[in-house]
């Protein structure tokens, strides 16, 4: 099953993310802020990365430029999880390299839906 | 699969206490008429995770009043507002009745609505005061008449050109396909025109452009979020085209033969011949076939595009590998 890196700093939305995910069998790991994930996404392939916006030491925005630059995650899928319906967030995320976003609040059933998406 | 998320409902209270307490930490040292960015950042951050967790967990009450609240911090971070006494007052007052509802719908009490609605109206209050007079002289525009959904299958020609640099976003042609084909029958042409000699090509870029059918019950708002992420990344036009039900099965074969299929249908159920004015975009590729003029356009199965996009993703990798 793919690996999918998943980052948030708010633990309950990190639990509940990672939680669900396993529960449908993929392989997750999980991260605190920018930093967390950056450093994990060095040491591990991963296949997909779902990433909340604002959070301490990196945000998701830098995150994105961060792994893009990385020769191994050119092409992967980035989703950011962002409570903003409007598109200035949107927007910004798209020009860093994000593939698409989910918004806030979601519920299990709307964040697997689409995962499985991008991870047919 | 069914989660129960009121599971994690005791790790969201946790963390938003201590998000309170960081919050009433940061405001007590915030100096009026300065802008301490990291401290504004850290307070915005805290009420995000709050507003964000409480809407997840359907704890609405408070992820209103929360959505204020980061208005006002988030005007603050940008600069479009100055840090005043009253107005750190009235967020360190936000903080404790915060504590008080997570308390309250922590441990099933009563929520001190009036407190609660009290505070809100000052945060809004505060609100509008900045914005107050920005909206005096402005016209009021009228809203746009929403054209009506028409009812029952359609048929919709989808243009579909994604601009080169598709591929690096982590956004695949295939998947919007397959997205598509959740939707209703699917029947698509790819465009190859812009393909180079393959001593050119760069596996990176999408040459590629389709036209598309897709033939279902589906509204242009389900078509519209399919191509959400990429709209910005393409050219892109959608075409409604009714179809009446007893006439959707003779369509069949004429469909598979590319041929332009007959706009039918409207509100009323009337058949509608095609406008000569404006021939679906089809049409003029049907046309331009006919008169020999075409060379690049075929009807290939989404099955074999998504090969074809695999082998090109081995060619990449393989290259890499070689570099």
């Known amino acids: 099953m793919p690996t999918i890196l998943a980052v948030d700093d708010s633990a309950s939305m990190r639990q509940m993310v990672v939680f669900t995910l396993k529960g449908a069998g993929f392989n997750v790991i999980d991260a605190v802020d920018g930093v967390d994930a950056l450093s994990k996404a060095r040491t591990g392939k991963v296949d997909l990365v779902l990433t909340d916006v604002n959070m301490p030491k ?63 | 699969m069914s989660i129960d998320i009121n599971q994690f409902l005791d790790t969201f209270y946790e963390e938003s206490f201590e998000g309170l307490d960081t919050m009433e930490t940061e405001l007590l040292a915030l100096t009026p008429g ?30 209103d009043f929360t959505h204020v609240l980061e208005t006002l911090l988030d005007e603050m971070r940008d600069g479009r507002r100055e840090v005043t006494q009253p107005a750190v007052d009235l967020m360190l007052a936000s903080v404790d009745v915060l504590r008080d509802m997570l308390s ?85 042409s790819v465009n190859l025109d812009a393909l180079p000699e393959l001593d050119l090509l760069d596996p990176e870029e999408c040459y ?25 990344d393409c050219e892109l036009s959608f075409e409604r085209g009714q179809i009446e039900a007893s006439a959707a099965a003779d369509q069949d074969v004429a469909a598979t033969e590319d041929v332009p299929p007959t706009r039918q249908g409207n509100e009323e159920g009337e058949a509608k011949p095609p406008s000569p004015a404006a021939p679906p975009a089809n049409q003029a590729a049907a046309a331009k076939k006919a008169q020999g003029g075409e060379s690049g356009s075929i009807r290939v199965g989404i099955d074999k595009v998504d090969a074809l996009i695999n082998m090109v993703g081995e060619l990449v990798i393989t290259q890499s590998m070689l570099n």
């Open chain 2, 34 to 63: 300065e802008a301490d960015e990291e401290s504004i950042n850290t307070i915005f951050r805290a009420a995000h995770s709050i507003k964000g967790g409480s809407g997840t967990f359907g704890l609405t009450v408070v992820s």
């Open chain 2, 208 to 232: 590629l452009s389709w036209f598309i059918e897709v033939e279902g019950d589906i509204s242009e708002e389900q078509l519209k979020d399919v191509f959400a992420w990429v709209e910005d």
């Open chain 2, 104 to 188: 309250a719908l922590r441990d099933g009490n009563e929520i001190d609505a009036p407190r609660v609605a009290d505070v809100h109206g000052q945060l809004e209050a505060l609100l509008k005061g900045a914005e107050a007079g920005a909206g005096e002289g402005e016209t009021v525009l009228e809203a746009a008449p929403v054209e009506q959904e028409q009812a029952g299958s359609s048929r919709w020609t989808i243009e579909f050109k994604p601009f080169s640099h598709l591929f690096k976003s982590g956004n695949d042609p295939v998947r919007i396909m397959m997205e598509l084909a959740d939707l209703g029958t699917v029947r698509a």
């Open chain 1, 58 to 120: 990196m945000d998701g925005i830098s995150l994105i430029k961060e792994l893009r630059a990385l020769p191994n995650y050119r092409f992967t899928p980035i989703l950011m999880l962002t409570t903003e319906s409007g598109g200035e967030k949107k927007m910004e995320g798209k020009n860093a390299g994000a593939t698409g976003w989910i918004v806030k609040p979601f519920n299990p059933d709307q964040l697997l839906a689409t995962i499985k998406k991008v991870l047919r």
